[in-house]
Structures are given as C-alpha cells and as structure tokens.
Nanobody, 118 residues
Framework: QVQLVESGGGLVQPGGSLRLSCTAS????????MGWYRQAPGKQRELVAI???????DYADSAKGRFTISRNNAQNTVYLQMSNLKPEDTAVYYC????????????WGQGTQVTVSS
C-alpha cells in the first residue's frame, strides 16, 4: 500500500520559514493532484494549498502570498514553502490527493507538526 510521508515541520518563530516535503513511498504511483492540509487542535482539517498535474496551483486565503506549493514529478514529491509564518499557522500538516468523489486517494499519514511561537 502506498503511503505518503510528510516531513520538514518544526518549531519556528513568528515571521520565520519552513519547507515541508511530501513523498510517496513508491515511485510507481502516479499522483495527479496533491494538496497540503492542516489541522489545528480542536479544528477541522482544512486545505491550505493544492497543485495539479499541470502545475497550476490554488491556495487558501490564509496562505496566499506566504505559502508556495510545488512538485517534483520525477521524485514523486510535493513541497510547501511557508514564509512569514504566524502563530495561527500552528497545526499538523498533511498531504493527500483529493478525488472527484470528495474523498482521498491515500490513507492519511502521520503528518508533520508545525509550531509557530516566540
């Protein structure tokens, strides 16, 4: 079973930057669209950014101008570059491929914790 592995999280001060990575456990899988999601304590998981197979991207309003999603198809890896981080960005960040039916192509991974605090 293909798994998605998120990494790159950590503790950063407000205004700092982090680069998250999401890699599929096998290179034999084709990922068409990949999204980065986050879930803060007590809140529902929300979409932060999404990159389609053609490379076009969309962002949540909270991420626009601060986050950049990109992909390396050869490595089956998707990145989320986060800048000017704010305390409200604190959450566990996950990646997954949304499907047209409203579900997700993969089981959720463990995510990577991002904590923004002084």
């Amino acid at each position: 079973q293909v798994q998605l592995v998120e990494s790159g999280g950590g503790l950063v001060q407000p205004g700092g930057s982090l680069r998250l990575s999401c890699t599929a456990s096998t290179k034999n899988v084709i990922i068409y669209t990949m999204g980065w999601y986050r879930q803060a304590p007590g809140k529902q998981r929300e979409l932060v950014a999404i990159v389609h197979n053609a490379g076009n991207t969309d962002y949540a309003d909270s991420a626009k101008g601060r986050f950049t999603i990109s992909r390396n198809n050869a490595q089956n890896t998707v990145y989320l570059q986060m800048s000017n981080l704010k305390p409200e960005d604190t959450a566990v960040y996950y990646c997954n491929e949304p499907t047209y039916s409203g579900s997700y192509a993969f089981s959720w991974g463990q995510g990577t914790q991002v904590t923004v605090s002084s």
